[in-house]
């Protein structure tokens, strides 16, 4: 028996950037543990990363290329099945352009910059991801706003935190790990949580915000005007930094509380109280999350949000939203190569007229894209490449999803296992965990580290998401690619002086820290001030000023619905076991959370004769799926909260009951329910109905 190896890398199981020690004997991994030198996480890791040995060594894994033949999937050689790839693709683009081929990704997953440069070579303007409605449309408003993403610095000790919409000690995002709020948050801050939904956080609080699911950006509005109306703000950086105060105070007179009060559930008084303690009590950060960004308010409610801590004084100063300083290496949008699409082929890209923030940082609404598949207007997709994605089980309207991947002529799907989504492909490549690759992690967030993820093991015929990347582009006969995945990091650490086998020994590296950098030189916007009055919007021809609208299928938008769907649906319940529709065959994880689950108040369990552990069938103008109740007092008895991303990977067959309880089969992703200028998808709010199941 060999000796034991320590391997030091970096977790990838949800956005990842968390040290890990990988301990291998004979070629396998056989546990993990927190790397305590880690400085993002410090030892600590999450039910997610401390399962990925039952994943990487799933039997049910893919380990190999496949073909789907006349009588199933076939094996075949990373050669045939990179060949078949280039071969349908380069068909594709002699008869219809490389606009129609369509890539796509998953959530923040850490191949982005191999994944574009790909496309922007290939020349195709569609690129598929989630952040049309999950981070990158943060990052695209904040941009057009004060220039950058904003994140809360809990290392300068915030004596405030607003935590909205978010839980980060369950779902470690985009930049953020609970570990740092939970240190924060032990040292005394004060602590307002804005949720629907009475959770651990919640119970904790010093104040509790229960607002209507997706009136976020009016909430907005109410805190604005009691800190315009008892003058809480910073007059200075008011007057020195901040363009369009008055006319958004204009604006945010005509949000009274008593009219916020009406539109958000919460009680004004209780508005009043919150926005002093976050205006009064420096310093002060806001830990935003998505639910923020999954309606048509998204943009205004970004926008809005950062507004607050401009307002307040509270960005770029220690303990507050700062902007941190990357370390000295590319970034994925240098190594992406964005520059190499052709301008012709960028006017391309689907929905750029209409969204056009979400054009701006590169990306498409899937909407579009299906609407391309589905009726070849304004032009054809006939051919994609899917990467880390199950867009059956995680995108809105999941049937109509379903219909258009079943119409693309070649479909292509890198991933771990046959997924709903990836049964659907005539190809499948065998994705490689992050204990089989070599990465300059973390270089897509704003968080000021990268982070070495260093390769522990090779399992079966895996690739590595930017080696599948890399061979096929030089398949296609793409220049600028390497021979090696390792040059490829080399060429993004080359800023710094070190390669990557110095980087992987150092183990991250950390840009150095200034706060108020706009005091030497503004804000990175066309008035070098924070825009809450946009001049970029204001050219694109939208309203520059943020504003609350309300959700298309509400109470209040639709009453002629709630006679046949009286309650609010607020889907995208987190779990600490779960990263969207992944893990659901992972048996530690899966043994915590067997079964998706509904959460009712038990005034309405009892009105429609529901007991806790009982199948519920939860029904909107989309379409049925069902759930187990779980009784919580902590939600209104107006709104029904609900788990996403469920299919049953025991379920055997085609499909694996990809519609039973996936939640996106109820959600709409209408063109008029989308964020105007981003289009994020509304996934969060809309109108359903439950009954018993008859098969309890």
Known sequence: MGDVKKIRT????????????????????????????????????????????????????????????????????????????????????????????????????????????????????????????????????????????????????????????CNPQWTNPDEYKGEGFWNAFKQGARLIVVDPRKGFLANKADLWLQLRPGTDAALAMGFLNVIVDERLYDEEFVAKYIHGWDALVERINKYPLDLVEDITWVKKELIREAARMYATTKPACINWGVPTEQTLNCTDCTRLLTGLMAATGNLDVPGGNVFFVPPSVRTVSQFSRHKDLPPEQRKKRLGGDQYKLASRVALITPKVAWDAILTGKPYPLKAGLLCGTNPVSTRANASEVYKALKKLDFLAVIDFFLTPTAELANIFLPGATWLEQNHVADNWKRHGYVVARQKAVEIGECWQDHKIFQELGKKMEQEGWWDTVEEGLDYILEPSGLTWEQFKEKGYLR????????????????????????????????????????????????????????????????????FHSANRMIPWLREIRPDPIVEIHPDTAKNHGIGEGKWVWIESPRGRVKQRAKLNDGIDPRVIVAEHGWWFPEMKGPGHGWDISNINILTDNSHDSMDPVMGATNLRVLLCNISSCEDQ
């Open 10 to 165: 970096a977790c990838r199981n949800c956005h990842g950037g968390c040290g890990v020690i990988a301990y291998v004997k004979d070629g396998k991994v056989i546990k993990v543990e927190g790397n305590p030198e880690s400085p993002i996480s410090h030892g600590t890791m999450c039910s997610k990363g401390l399962a990925v040995t039952q994943l990487a060594y799933h039997p049910e894994r893919i380990l190999y290329p496949m073909k789907r033949a006349r009588k199933g999937w076939e094996r075949i050689s990373w050669d045939e099945a990179l060949d078949t790839i280039a071969e349908k693709f380069n068909e594709v683009i002699v008869k219809h352009g490389a606009e129609s081929i369509v890539i796509g990704q998953g959530t923040g997953r850490d191949y982005e910059s191999h994944l574009y440069r790909f496309a922007n070579l290939l020349g195709t303007p569609n690129v598929l991801t989630a952040g049309h409605m999950c981070y990158v449309s943060r990052v695209g408003a904040t941009l057009i706003t004060c220039g950058n993403l904003p994140v809360c610095d809990y290392a300068g000790w915030p004596k405030c935190i607003v935590m909205w919409a």
């Open 511 to 578: 840009g150095e820290m200034e706060y108020r950098k706009y005091e030497k030189k503004g804000f990175s916007t066309p008035t070098g001030k924070v825009e809450l009055y946009s001049t970029t919007l204001e050219k694109w021809g939208y309203d520059p000023l943020p504003k609350y609208t309300e959700i298309p299928e509400s109470p209040v938008s639709r009453p002629d619905l709630l006679e046949k769907y009286p309650y609010i649906l607020n889907a995208g319940l987190r779990t600490p076991t779960f």
